[in-house]
C-alpha cells in the first residue's frame, strides 16, 4: 500500500506565490513519473506539471514560465513551486506518482490541496 501526502496549499492573493510539497510512503521499490494535477470545479482535472526520476519535466502551457516542478528522490518527495498565480490558477491540486512495489507498477493518487488565488 502506498500513501501520497500534499501539503502547502492556501488561500493567496493574485500575484502571490506558493510551493505544494507531495511525500510518497509505504511499500515503494521505485517511483518513476511524479505529477501535479488541478482540478477546479466543474472541470476535469488536468496535468500541471510532471518529472521523471532522471529530471526530465513537462508543464502545461498555462504553468510555464510561472511554474517550477522539482523532487528529492531519496526523499520520494515532489514540490511545484507556483509563482505570478492568477483567479484561474484556483483548484483543488493532486499530486500522482508512477510507483513500482515490487511487483507491479500502479499509479497512486494523494488526497488533494486547496489552492485558492483571491484578492
Known amino acids: 500500500q502506498v500513501q501520497l501526502v500534499e501539503s502547502g496549499g492556501g488561500l493567496v492573493q493574485p500575484g502571490g506565490s506558493l510551493r505544494l510539497s507531495c511525500t510518497a510512503s509505504?511499500?515503494?521499490?521505485?517511483?518513476?513519473?511524479m505529477g501535479w494535477y488541478r482540478q477546479a470545479p466543474g472541470k476535469q482535472r488536468d496535468l500541471v506539471a510532471a518529472?521523471?526520476?532522471?529530471?526530465?519535466?513537462n508543464y502545461a502551457d498555462s504553468a510555464k514560465g510561472r511554474f517550477t516542478i522539482s523532487r528529492d528522490n531519496a526523499k520520494n518527495t515532489v514540490y511545484l513551486e507556483m509563482n505570478s498565480l492568477k483567479p484561474e490558477d484556483t483548484a483543488v491540486y493532486y499530486c500522482n506518482a508512477h510507483v513500482w512495489n515490487g511487483l507491479t507498477w500502479f499509479f497512486s493518487w494523494g488526497q488533494g490541496t486547496q489552492v485558492t488565488v483571491s484578492s
Open positions: 509505504g511499500s515503494i521499490f521505485g517511483i518513476n513519473t
Open positions: 518529472i521523471t526520476s532522471g529530471g526530465s519535466t
